[in-house]
């Protein structure tokens, strides 16, 4: 028997497999696209998670003092990147701080105490999920604080935010931005899901009825506090998954940490994006 012969009787190994392989996945195809989706997102994210441990590293070493806020309308995903940015992370090293309303004793109290005594000591990040721009923002819209106290807020806040970069605070300031559909969608899901529920609030619910309220005072937050020493960073959070991944990648460029691969911190000019964009934006 030839040479060419042997070859013919063998079986194709590939077209083999292919059709129990098909046979598999009929009927599955979108949960099988949604899973390859969820490995390419994790194939890029598990590095950018490992630059994280690196910079953590860098900032116990160094006793730095890391302040990372998180701002944004409701079900913008700034909870989601926080809780991406900590999986890995020493809880020893990094908080998050997300405060309540305040007590009837802090209400007595100047408006920034409340934060002031969350900053970091040295050789600690601190996550803000949501900070003191709740005053401009939703005790603005929703009537929680007077006309007067949101203008003593925006003539003290420049020099509050000075301050604590002089004394060695590394402020990054995050404004997370989602449109008015993404926003109704999430708020649906919660709605129906068991294990998001608790996610809703009574503010939540007024946040779509009030849509163009939060608009007018973000607008006005930006204009006056995008501070040339502490300027803000917009994500834009349609996408959550691509928002968490730029997030990262923008904090992980603003350090000279030991070890940085800078090769992976390419932002998306599409989810991080100027200021000037966001003021006025629907």
């Known amino acids: ?101 305040p007590t009837e004793q802090e209400r007595t109290q100047w408006y920034f105490q409340r934060y002031i005594k969350q900053l970091p000591h040295g050789g600690e990040i601190l996550f803000f999920d949501r900070s003191w721009y709740n005053r401009p923002g939703v005790e603005t819209v929703m009537g929680f604080c007077t006309p007067e106290q949101t203008e003593v807020f925006y003539r003290q806040l420049p020099k509050v935010e000075e301050m604590l970069i002089e004394s060695g605070v590394h402020l990054i300031k995050f404004w997370f ?52 020493f502490a300027p803000w960073t917009v994500v834009r959070s349609d996408d959550k998954k691509l928002a968490r991944i730029n997030a990262i990648r923008h904090v992980l460029s603003r350090f000279d940490y030991d070890g940085k691969k800078a090769s992976l911190l390419k932002l998306d000019s599409g989810i991080i994006t100027p200021v000037s964009e966001e003021i006025g934006r629907s």
């Open 177 to 228: 931005s989602v449109d008015r559909k993404s926003q109704e969608e999430r708020f649906s899901s919660r709605e129906t899901n068991p294990l998001k529920v608790w996610k809703l609030s009574p503010v939540d619910k007024e946040a779509q009825a009030k849509w163009d309220d939060y608009s007018k005072a973000r607008d006005v937050m930006l204009k006056k506090t995008n501070l040339k």
């Open 1 to 101: 028997m030839s040479t060419n012969d042997k070859t013919s009787d063998t079986p194709d190994t590939g077209k083999a497999l292919k059709k129990p392989i098909e046979d598999l996945i009929r009927g599955r195809e979108k949960e099988v696209v949604r899973l390859l989706r969820e490995q390419d997102y994790l194939n890029i994210l598990t590095p950018l998670q490992q630059e994280l441990v690196k910079l953590q590293q860098w900032v116990v070493a160094n006793k730095q003092k890391v302040v990372i806020l998180f701002e944004g309308r409701d079900a913008a995903g700034k909870g989601g990147t926080i809780k991406r940015f900590m999986e890995f992370l020493s809880p020893r090293v990094c908080r998050i701080v997300a405060l309540e309303k």
